[in-house]
């Protein structure tokens, strides 16, 4: 039984990297936005699937992450860089 919550726990812990990383490919600016809209309670896109628990973790991580980078921005989003190389 323990297992079953074990692996589900691994499950739900993954889809929340997997939607931080997809949110911080967008670029710091949209970041930004996407966590003023989170704060409204705006479910993102990205998030869908996630139940409340998992959005909160998602809007906690974004906001240690841009915690660290202040109001600069050294990571263009990656839209941005697929454009310049090709």
């Given amino acids: ?22 949110l911080c490919q967008k670029g710091c600016g949209a970041v930004r936005e996407d966590i003023k809209l989170l704060k409204q309670g705006v479910i ?6 996630l139940d409340d628990r998992a ?5 906690d991580e974004l906001c240690s992450i841009m915690a660290v980078y202040g109001d600069r921005c050294p990571i263009p989003p990656l839209q941005q860089k697929k454009q ?3």
């Fill in 44 to 49: 993102l896109p990205e998030m869908s699937a």
């Fill in 84 to 86: 310049s190389t090709g």
């Fill in 55 to 59: 959005r909160k973790a998602v809007l």
């Fill in 1 to 22: 039984m323990a297992l079953i919550g074990y692996k589900q726990s691994l499950m739900v812990m993954k889809q929340i990297d997997q939607c931080v990383e997809a």
